[in-house]
């Protein structure tokens, strides 16, 4: 592919690096522990209250805000799905969702828990019951999904409707 350079590390995924704007990807999809190894070493500056917490909020407020207006109500069972730096999760709280998270970072979890969230390190189909939640984001998680439809298919039936 132009304006691409393969990784070179051996028995390792095939990595690539756009040469134009930086960004970092694989070749196909990552095993479920790879992922799960690269989760355990992401960027510790985005642990929930460290980096830009004050315009972090701003953007999430927007969301919530948007989000508060499209189904005219403020309140209910939130669930983040991949909470990273947790500013969409702690300003869902602020407006008065009942907001909880998944992450697959024991250190995201862990800094959640300590100040007083619910939140969880499992997966969004390992979640059981139906009619769950008014609302559940995947905001930067998605897309980072081998095979988001599975998420995608519990999100709905878990969602209340």
């Known amino acids: 592919m132009p304006g691409l350079e393969p990784g070179d590390e051996d ?47 701003r953007a999430a407020s927007r969301v919530v805000h948007r989000l508060a207006s499209l189904r005219g109500a403020i309140g209910g069972a939130w669930l983040d799905v991949g909470v990273g730096d947790g500013a ?12 909880a998270g998944l992450d697959p970072s024991h250190a995201v979890i862990e800094r959640l828990l300590a100040h007083g969230y619910e939140a969880g390190q499992a997966d969004v189909e390992d979640l059981e019951g139906e009619d769950a939640f008014d609302v559940i984001s995947f905001d930067g998680s998605l897309q980072r999904q081998p095979f988001p439809e599975t998420s995608i298919s519990a999100a709905s039936r878990l969602l209340r409707p």
Request: with cysteine; hydrophobic share 40%.
């Open 11 to 57: 028995g390792a995924p095939v990595w690539f690096g756009c040469q134009a704007c930086g960004h970092v990807f694989s070749e196909g999809h990552l095993d479920a522990a790879t992922a799960q190894q690269l989760a355990l070493r992401a960027d510790l500056a985005r642990l929930p209250g460290e980096g830009d917490v004050c315009g972090e909020r």
């Open 88 to 99: 969409l999760l702690t300003t869902a709280a602020e407006y008065g969702f009942d907001a």
